[in-house]
């Protein structure tokens, strides 16, 4: 098994930054990918950014330009991170950390930006 702990969310302006984490622990494999996903009110789950262990990385349209996807692999720990810069009201969402590899797909349970203006 794999837990997924996200930390970091919280109440911004408009413009400003926030960094997300998610630390994994448990049984995960060396070779994966962690994702970070996200979930505004009243809409579907949408993907955000991904990163491999070799740290290739991608990232959604939205996003792109203003977010920072990366992660520390020391000690056997697999932490991601989500620097977020430039906030606009429409990133306000639950935003989840995801990590897949040939044991399983697993999910933390998430953490709220809220962006006001």
């Known amino acids: 098994q794999v837990q997924l702990v996200e930390s970091g969310g919280g109440l911004v302006q408009a413009g400003g930054s926030l960094r997300l984490s998610c630390a994994a622990s448990g049984n995960i494999l060396r070779m994966n990918t962690m994702h970070w996903y996200r979930q505004a009110p009243g809409k579907q789950r949408e993907w955000v950014a991904a990163i491999t262990s070799a740290g290739a990385a991608n990232y959604a349209d939205s996003v792109k330009g203003r977010v920072t996807i990366s992660r520390d692999n020391a000690n056997a720990q697999n932490t991601v991170y989500l620097q977020m810069n430039n906030l606009k009201l429409e990133d306000t969402a639950v935003y989840y950390c995801?990590?897949?590899?040939?044991?399983?797909?697993?999910w933390g349970k998430g953490t709220l930006v809220t962006v006001s203006s």
């Open positions: 995801n990590l897949v590899s040939l044991n399983g797909n697993y």
